[in-house]
Nanobody
Framework: EVQLQACGGGLVQPGGSLRLSCAAS????????MSWVRQAPGKQRELVAT???????DYPDSVKERFTISRDNIRRTLYLQMNSLKAEDTAVYYC??????WGPGTQVTVSS
């Protein structure tokens, strides 16, 4: 059974940083592309970072140069380093193994 458990969310002031982690189990983690996806209240889910099995990363313009996705295949863990956070980054962040495996999400709130 695929399990993805994200943690590390919380309340942070604008301009602050957070690092999300996602512990993966039930599949060969190092062989799969992985992503972080977020969903803000009343909005559709938005892809914010992708990393291939080979380590290639991709980001939308909304988070580029602020967010960094990485992976540790030995620890079977996915990370998202988020810097210079803005109020519009407030959302539930999900660890995602395409196409259809999702973790329960972790709340990130950016507010003063």
């Amino acid at each position: 059974e695929v399990q993805l458990q994200a943690c590390g969310g919380g309340l942070v002031q604008p301009g602050g940083s957070l690092r999300l982690s996602c512990a993966a189990s039930g599949f060969t983690f190092g062989s799969h592309d992985m992503s972080w996806v977020r969903q803000a209240p009343g909005k559709q889910r938005e892809l914010v970072a992708t990393i291939t099995s080979g380590g290639t990363t991709d980001y939308p313009d909304s988070v580029k140069e602020r967010f960094t996705i990485s992976r540790d295949n030995i620890r079977r863990t996915l990370y998202l380093q988020m810097n210079s956070l803005k109020a519009e980054d407030t959302a539930v962040y999900y660890c995602h193994r395409p196409p259809d495996s999702w973790g329960p999400g972790t709340q990130v709130t950016v507010s003063s």
